[in-house]
């Protein structure tokens, strides 16, 4: 059971790790969608299959495609003073020590982590409960964030416009 969540864990971070070092955005944000597909494996794995299926539903397939439609309007030339590998130590080095920071934040969570069974038995959690949480107390949250990535896309959209008549090029 445990080589399951290492295979997992592996997966997850490989391409999380992948899509920090890639240049082109379009290849990162692929990436992304494989690294959200590991965390819904993760879910599936942990026995929380409605967290799974939210995960695929709102991260891969609706978050991955406002990333995408993002970067696609909003791509520009490259400068040509920048090389086509300037900066992929730094990157690294970056993404490195953001690895050792998640990795000993886990690994204090894990060691210092009471992992004894607990006596009181958790309420199962259904739909209906799920629900009502989530219109309850985090409805302001999901209502913001919402309108944060249609702003976002909306933005997307006005900024490539305006670089394509700046340039003169076609709109069909």
């Known amino acids: 059971m445990t080589s399951v969540l290492v295979i997992l864990a592996g997966f997850t971070l490989a391409a999380a790790a992948v899509a920090f070092a ?3 955005l379009v290849h ?3 990436c992304l969608v494989l690294a959200w597909a590991g965390v819904a494996a993760f879910y599936l794995w942990a026995g929380a299959e ?3 299926f939210a ?3 709102v991260y891969v397939g609706a978050i991955s495609m406002v ?3 993002a970067v696609l309007l909003t791509r520009r030339q490259a400068d040509s003073d920048e090389a086509p590998g300037s900066g992929g130590a730094g990157r690294i080095a970056a993404g490195l020590a953001v690895a050792a920071v998640v990795a ?3 690994g204090r969570a894990v060691l210092g982590a009471n992992l004894a069974p607990s006596p009181v038995a958790a309420r199962p959690l259904d739909v209906r409960r799920l629900g009502a949480e989530l219109a309850g107390a985090y409805a302001p949250a999901l209502l913001v964030a919402g ?3 249609t702003v976002a896309l909306i933005g997307a959209v006005v900024i490539a416009a ?3 008549e700046t340039r003169g090029e076609d709109r069909r």
């Open 28 to 30: 990162c944000a692929l």
């Open 55 to 57: 995960q695929v539903l």
């Open 50 to 52: 409605f967290l799974a």
């Open 22 to 24: 890639l240049r082109p």
């Open 104 to 106: 000993g934040v886990l």
């Open 162 to 164: 305006t670089d394509a």
């Open 67 to 69: 990333v995408l439609f």
């Open 147 to 149: 309108a944060l990535l």
